[in-house]
């Protein structure tokens, strides 16, 4: 095609080819969409500007909500959603979270949260009740939920453990060396912490964790943060490229190649990972309900039995 | 001014010609665009498919002719200054001139009213 080129001549990396997306609507994107605005939900796909977006909504029906409202009390440098001071809590949520699963028909959801450290629990009662309320509401559906840190208080995270979620997950997001620069009010350890709290208290409950690549860590780091995981006995863990949201966040330091990704999942696989998924648009939510499918398929031969 | 379900805005601008571009939705979606490749003069583009391609600071996309027409001008600013593009993009941002092969195909597109309630998701 003959182009005229248009460019801001700073020198930026172009984007290689696997990095394309398709924005084009479906009607199941719409379905989705209408009843995310009806319901008044907040969706981290939305407010993170998840690349995945119309392929998730477009093509899987799905959607991670984000409970608690859309306004963070952290600022983490790699993430946009927004920041501040947060709004009261709605009560009404945890149930309109519910009948939307049921009315979307989902057999697995991701529900995701802000960080409220404005809360003196840090809203684990929320998320407490509103896996009831998808359980009431659709109780066949498989239920993954990504918390913060609570700050590693024992009391808060039982009780979210204690609901049962098929998926308990909690995201490191990035190597140790990189984590004060990156992530903010977190800290690595606390979030291995976190996930070793969860397995401890009850190890029949799957760990999950993510992280991303191309911020300036090395391979080895990347390999060191799953060795780490797998301490904890975290059996799945996602590996995703970094994408800059806007000009004010990190910039990528570099772009994997599909390749590279491949060989950070035999990695995982090496190191005792039951499931892991590793590439450069895997989110922490991305293709959850598929990869819960094959992940209870491997763990589970009564499971595989059935077919 | 006439949109569509990928965000692109249509607006006539006398006979059968329109200029075209990104809406302000479209560009908060997007992000800080830095890269964009547009079309040639005299290319013809066709009502959905891809026309253009652009850059953002996290992925590339296409744009999607909102019309068939016939490139007839490109916005030459662009190529130096992309920032339009997030700045002002139903305005100095626009993208390229183009000759419709047919005025009723801007039936097919949303008016200003029903864009809004699109993105308000009350369709
Ligand atoms: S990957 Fe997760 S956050 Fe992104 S669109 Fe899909 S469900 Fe939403």
């Known amino acids: ?307 | 001014m006439y949109y569509t379900k990928t965000h692109e805005w249509l607006k006539p601008i006398g006979g059968n010609l329109a200029r075209i571009g990104i809406s302000k939705q479209g560009i908060e979606e997007l992000g800080t665009i830095e890269f964009m490749e547009l079309p040639a003069i005299g290319t013809s583009i066709k009502h959905e498919a891809p026309f253009a391609q652009i850059e953002s600071t996290k992925v590339s996309s296409d744009l999607y002719a909102p019309v068939s027409g016939e490139v007839t001008e490109v916005n030459a600013e662009l190529s130096s200054e992309i920032h339009l593009l997030n700045s002002d993009p139903e305005g100095a941002g626009w993208l390229a001139v183009i000759r419709l092969d047919s005025l009723e195909s801007l039936a097919t597109l949303m008016t200003e009213e029903s864009y809004k309630q699109y993105i308000a998701g009350e369709t």
């Open chain 1, 1 to 307: 095609m003959d182009t005229l080129s248009a460019s801001n001549k700073t020198g930026k990396l172009r984007k290689p080819p696997w990095l394309k997306i398709d924005r084009r609507v479906t009607a199941t994107h719409e379905r989705v969409k209408n009843v995310v605005k009806n319901e008044r939900l907040a969706t981290v796909c939305e407010e993170a500007n998840c690349p995945n977006l119309h392929e998730c909504w477009g093509q899987h029906g799905t959607a991670t909500f984000m409970i608690l409202g859309e306004v963070c009390t952290r600022r983490c440098r790699f993430c946009s959603v927004k920041t501040g001071l947060p709004r009261t809590i709605d009560f009404k949520e945890p149930n309109r979270v519910g009948s939307s699963v049921a009315e979307l028909g989902l057999k697995h959801v991701v529900i995701t949260m802000v960080d409220r450290d404005d809360l003196p629990d840090g809203g684990a009662k929320m998320v407490v009740e509103t896996v009831h309320a998808i359980r009431r509401h659709a109780p066949e559906c498989a239920v993954e939920l990504l918390t913060s840190d609570f700050m590693a208080r024992p009391a808060d995270i039982f009780s979210i453990v204690d609901t049962k979620p098929d998926i308990m997950s909690h995201n490191i997001e990035t190597v140790k060396r990189l984590t004060p620069q990156i992530r903010s009010r977190a800290s690595y350890e606390r979030s291995l912490r976190v996930l070793e709290m969860s397995y401890e208290h009850d190890s029949s409950v799957t760990t999950k964790s993510s992280l991303m690549v191309g911020l300036g860590e090395t391979v080895e780091e990347v390999v060191e943060a799953l060795q780490d995981l797998r301490k904890v006995d975290v059996s799945i863990c996602n590996i995703g490229q970094y994408l800059q949201p806007t000009a004010t966040h990190l910039p990528v330091q570099k772009y994997y190649h599909p390749d590279e990704f491949a060989l950070l999942k035999g990695k995982a696989y090496e190191l005792g990972f039951t499931h892991c998924e590793s590439g450069a648009l895997v989110r922490s939510s991305y293709h959850a309900g598929e990869d819960y499918e094959s992940f209870r398929k491997k763990i589970h031969p009564l499971y595989r039995n059935k077919g």
